[in-house]
């Protein structure tokens, strides 16, 4: 009985083993099964993080070349047109960078691709990275953008009464007090006819001097002689509008007879409440809208420090802004300037102390001035034709990125730079221009006058000065995205 017993034990025991053993097996199994599948997802993990950063330094090594190509070439160069050239020649390419330890076995590598965006000033690149290794890729991307800024002053001849990138054409009594000349090699692209005439020199690209000149057989003019030295024409880059508060609500008058004078950013002074009105400006402001009637005045005190106003519309219908105090105003308008008959701006102020931007707009296609219209101060128009006429006129430098300028019927522009290298200008009806003249194309007659003086490009507010120190802003950049 025993025995039987003991053998029955054993193979109880037995049994329990084997089911011990097969669920230590299955146990065993399932477990190497995640190690396993843990160390592929672990593995395939480490692959995809690890072409991600190859594919990062990829672009950290070509940003950091182009921005090297960019610190050298800038001091170098004279123009936006040659700085960009040779640089693109330098860092627009796909380069394969493979200078990464293995890892794991695997060689990593990078494909980085840079390519031109955008062809302004600013202009935008993209670069491209691909990271791989084993089987495993990543592609990255980032965008930067390169500025070039103008240095020494603008790029022309200081010497010149009118300028121009075409053709001059002067007719109908029309005459030149100063010097003239044009980067054109074509013939006959000075043109006199109908009593027209310089006194002063003629200057043409060299080798084009014996074919420059379209004139009547009878009419005398100077033999045009070769250039020393062309400029090629670049506006100033255009301002980026600072962002200043609204100005809050200003009440005039007394309890009995109030006028809002400032409601809501619009400072209206076309009320008699309003009348005189004297804007403190302890800093810089903004507004809707700076709305002038009645041929009431608005007398603007900056201190003695410069100050900015930045404006949606500046609307002097019917009124005058004179400026007080010593510093300079600064004023930025986002969309239109309305001048109404008869009305000032600084008027017989110094223009130095009064600069006014005008930025790209429906609104600000065309800048008129006429009828005693007058602003006393420069303007750097982004995109606006200009027009003067009657008595009208713009006492200071103008700057214009628009496609037309006119100067007609007795306006005048004194002291003056008209720097609008887009521009077909015409002088025509007995307007005048003492100063110079900058533009595409050229037109004078019915007695038309421009007169040579002077200027102090230094003294320009828009021109950018003398240095070529690399600037601060040289190239910026976006975040690197997974694409």
Do not use: C
């Not at 105003?329 to 001048?339: D, F, G």
């Amino acid at each position: 009985m025993f025995k039987k017993h003991l053998t029955n034990e054993r193979g109880m025991s037995l049994l329990m083993v084997l089911l011990l053993m097969t669920v230590l097996t299955v146990l065993g199994m399932g477990v190497m099964s995640i190690v396993i599948n843990n160390t592929k997802t672990t593995s395939s993990e480490r692959d995809n993080q690890s072409a991600y950063y190859i594919a990062e330094a990829g672009i950290t090594k070509q940003m950091k070349a182009a921005e090297d190509a960019a610190r050298k070439l800038y001091p170098l160069q004279t123009t936006a047109a040659g700085f960009y050239t040779n640089l693109e020649s330098q860092i627009v390419k796909t380069s394969t960078l493979t200078d990464f330890a293995s890892s794991f076995g695997e060689k990593p590598s990078a494909k980085v691709t840079i390519a031109k965006v955008s062809g302004e000033n600013p202009r935008q690149y993209k670069i491209t990275s691909v990271g791989t290794i084993g089987k495993r890729s990543k592609q990255l991307e980032k965008t930067f953008t390169i500025s070039w800024e103008m240095k020494g002053g603008l790029p022309l001849n200081k010497d010149l009464a009118v300028y121009t990138d075409t053709t001059i054409s002067l007719s109908g009594g029309a005459h030149i007090k100063g010097n003239m000349g044009t980067n054109s090699k074509a013939a006959s692209t000075i043109r006199f006819e109908g009593g027209a005439g310089i006194d002063g020199n003629i200057y043409v690209p060299k080798g084009s001097e014996n074919i420059a000149i379209y004139k009547p057989d009878y009419m005398k003019v100077p033999q045009p002689q070769p250039f020393k030295e062309q400029a090629q024409f670049q506006l100033p880059p255009f301002p980026s509008y600072p962002s200043y508060p609204l100005h809050p609500n200003v009440t005039v008058g007394n309890e009995y007879n109030k006028y809002n004078v400032i409601n809501n950013g619009v400072l209206q002074v076309d009320n008699y409440l309003a009348a005189d009105y004297e804007l403190k400006l302890n800093s810089n402001i903004a507004f809707k809208e700076i709305k002038m009637g009645s041929n009431y005045t608005l007398y603007i005190n900056v201190g003695s420090t410069d100050k900015a106003i930045v404006v949606d519309h500046l609307n002097v219908q019917n009124g005058h802004i004179i400026l007080k105090g010593t510093g300079k105003l600064t004023i930025y308008v986002k969309n239109e300037i309305s001048m109404g008959s008869g009305s000032t701006v600084n008027n017989d102020g110094d223009i130095k102390r009064l600069n006014i931007y005008l930025a790209k707009s429906t609104a600000s296609s065309n800048v008129k001035l006429g009828g005693n219209q007058k602003i006393f101060g420069s303007l750097y128009a982004e995109n606006a034709d200009i027009e003067m006429n009657g008595s009208g006129g713009f006492q200071g430098h103008i700057f214009t990125g628009g496609k037309n300028v006119t100067i007609t019927g007795g306006a005048r522009a004194y002291s003056t730079l008209i720097y609008a290298p887009n521009s077909t200008f015409q002088v025509l009806g007995g307007g005048t221009v003492k100063g110079m003249i900058v533009s595409r194309s050229f037109e004078g007659a019915g007695g038309a006058d421009v007169i040579y003086e002077s200027i102090n490009l230094n003294e320009v507010p828009f021109a950018p000065g003398g240095s070529t120190e690399i600037p601060v802003g040289l190239i910026t950049s976006d975040p690197v995205r997974e694409k």
